[in-house]
């Protein structure tokens, strides 16, 4: 049983176009998170979410909106593709409260052309 | 802002050997946890290993452990009798002890680590 699960694994697409990704979890978790991981493997914040409630949102264009349909699951809609946003986009989850371990899913590969 | 430096782009180690890779963290918080998290070539994020600022004893995994000096902020990863299992890339994270907005995690920039026969 996958833990934290993301589809699709690898997305290619064309410049100005809209793409989602999902993200969903099986460990009872109320808190989701989507990271970003450059070309040169750097992971930065963009997202989080509690309980469905955005708690953060780091400096991310506009065109990055995270949505949250329930404590299971967080998408992460990106409209008006850009090359720059080819990178690695990993989500992940915890359990609310100091110090609680955050789980990874496997990451999504995107290649904007 | 809390920033977190690992200076080693690249480690190697023989098969069977013991390697330390190195992290360093600037935080003015004094509750926090750190983490080590791998990342092999099919690119999932595993937690190796993780230490809470307030536990002086340092964490052990198995064949991993951590030697962490919270006045110097450092936060150093041993591998001991080193697999070819083990070859991936390693990244320290900061985790600050508060919660909401500071729930994100903070990582350094990675350590590629090698694996020799």
């Known amino acids: 049983d996958t833990a934290v699960s993301q589809t699709p694994k690898y997305l290619v697409t064309q410049m100005g176009n809209d793409k989602s990704i999902k993200c969903e979890q099986n460990l009872g978790h109320d808190t989701m998170y989507w990271y970003k991981q450059d070309s040169k493997k750097f992971l930065k914040i963009m997202f989080s979410y509690n309980n469905k409630e955005l708690i953060i949102n780091e400096t991310v264009p506009n065109r990055f909106s995270p949505k949250s349909p329930d404590k299971a699951h967080l998408n992460l809609h990106i409209n008006s593709l850009e090359l720059g946003d080819s990178a690695v986009y990993f989500c992940a989850s915890s359990q609310w409260g100091a110090g609680e371990t955050q789980y990874f899913g496997p990451g999504t590969r995107l290649l904007v052309l | 802002a809390q920033t977190v430096t690992q200076s080693q782009p690249e480690m190697s180690v023989q098969e069977a050997e013991t390697v330390t890779l190195s992290c360093t963290y600037d935080?003015?918080?004094?509750?926090?946890?750190l983490f080590w998290y791998k990342q092999p070539p099919s690119r999932q994020m595993i937690l190796v290993i993780r230490q809470e600022a307030y536990k002086q004893q340092n964490a052990t995994e198995n064949r991993f452990s951590v030697n962490f000096q919270k006045a110097a902020k450092s936060f150093s990863l041993k591998i001991s009798d080193s697999q070819l299992g083990d070859a991936a890339m390693y990244f320290c994270?900061?985790?600050?002890?508060?919660?909401?907005?500071?729930?994100?995690?903070?990582f350094g920039t990675g350590t590629r680590l090698q694996v020799t026969l």
């Open positions: 994270a900061y985790r600050s002890g508060r919660t909401g907005t500071a729930s994100k995690l903070t």
């Open positions: 935080t003015s918080e004094s509750d926090y946890y």
